[in-house]
């Protein structure tokens, strides 16, 4: 088989990638996929992905980190979307694209064609926003934004609570102004999820330019010297090549889009040879730079009447109908997201940019939903938005079925754990604010508040990732560069990539939209290149 264009991966970028590159009928383009289609019901409702995120499954890759010397030896939960879609597929939706200033950071850094001005327009096309229409959002893209359609009536103390601690309002966070306290936006569109797969794939596939391979797993990148000419796939038990006349595109995801290419010879030398892999390209920044949103939840009990989820039998027989309620109408309780409210602050006031984001979230939360408790309850994330901390993802062995080595180095940076610190005392405060007092019973995993040896030592053991792992094929032109600003692997002809993982710096949000952005301009890159 051969086409103009090979993408591998059908996440939040290739997915995107696949739709506007083959909008050309003149071009042929082929999507390969590890997992499969999106026909789950726990993937169209939103309230769904609770179900999918706390384990291993056809929908979730569910890595673990090597241990964390900064979380007491922990090994980080390190959940990752399987199928058309991605991680788009398994995330709690929450559409946010991070600050201005992350975007003419990367400008700074030489990347010419990134600074803010240059990405608005790409996350405008992409975007219909329901609820915001002005000079930053865009209507009648096929990803859908839109305001909660059953929000918890605790948001609004939530909010009020932040305002009481110094966050201003601010109900567009992804406007004119970052800063302050909202409900969230999420991707949803009639009641349910809007991932990349349904937004951009889902309306093509009648197209007979495009060619969507699933449950095909790449196993390399095949090379004419160093000229990428196609993929090894494996599929259904069988192995075959699939040939790119123009261009491969790696969308794989920040941890196997590095994985792919060590395995394919392009890698730092000695690490390649040490597995036995020939190399093509001795390229030392692949899978470097990895850095991740660090964070740590705190909990309440609260009463069956707080309108949060819950274990107990109320609350199952309220579930109950709140299903029968979903599959007729597309509203209710299955719409939400969970995470419905938040914040966007600065730790500092001589700071230009908010530093750390709270999520809060409309049940308690432990351990990415994997310990679960009695009764009913509110969480919040306190997130630290520009870690300085850099991991890495290695190889564990030339077997390409085989999960990557993943080292993010959690809170071995001691500023991070310094601001951590200070965002969990800022967050604490807003939860133990007057506003939320009615609701607010027993505190999950108690501790002494004041006591900073406590609150240190309570981070170490809890603290985890908030699921935006970027930067492993940093985008730049130093040494530890993998792709230049039109996303073309350095030393390499024919070979992109596309996805979180050219980030050369970590965005002041979440990382999805993102996400969907660099696979939208990566299509304009592509095609004034095809």
Known sequence: MEFDVVIIGGGSAGAVLAARLSEDKSKQICLIEAGAAERSVLVKAPAGFVAIMPRKSKLNYAFDTLPQAGLNGRRSYQPRGRGLGGSSSINAMVYARGHRWDYDNWAALGNEGWSYDDVLPFFKKSENNENFDNEFHGQGGPLNVMNARSPCKLNAPFIEACTQNGIPRNADYNGAEQEGCFEYQFTHKNGERCSAGKAFIAPNLNRSNLHVMTQAQVTRVLFEGTRAVGVRVSQGGQSKDVK????????????????????????????????????????????????????????????????????????SLRFVAAMFEWAKKRSGLLTTSYAEAGAFFRSSPELSVPDLQFIFVRALVDDHGRKMHLGHGFSCHTTLLRPKARGEVTLNSADPY?????????????????????????????????????WRGEMLHAFDIKDKAALEEDIRNRAD???????????????????????????????????????????????????????????????QAI
Request: some cysteine.
């Open 244 to 315: 790119a006349r123009v261009e491969v595109v790696l969308s794989a995801g920040v941890f196997h889009s590095p994985q792919l290419l060590m395995l394919s010879g392009i890698g730092d030398a000695k690490q390649l040879r040490s597995h036995g892999i020939t190399v093509v390209k001795d390229l030392p920044g692949v899978g470097q730079n990895l850095q991740d949103h660090i964070d740590i939840v705190h909990g309440f009990k609260a009463p069956f009447s707080s309108d949060t989820f819950g274990v107990s039998i109320p609350f």
């Open 402 to 438: 085989e999960a990557p080595r993943i080292d993010p180095k959690f809170l071995q940076n001691e500023e991070d754990l310094k601001l951590l610190m200070m965002g969990a005392e800022t967050q604490l405060r807003v939860l133990m604010s007057a506003p939320l007092a009615k």
């Open 465 to 527: 990732t908030q699921y935006h792992p970027v930067g492993t094929c940093k985008m730049g032109n130093d040494a530890n560069a993998v792709v230049d600003a039109q996303l073309r692997v350095h030393g390499i002809e024919g070979l992109r990539v596309v996805d979180a993982s050219i980030m050369p710096t970590l965005v002041g949000g979440n990382t999805n939209a993102p996400s969907i952005m660099i696979g939208e301009k990566a299509a304009d890159l592509i095609k």
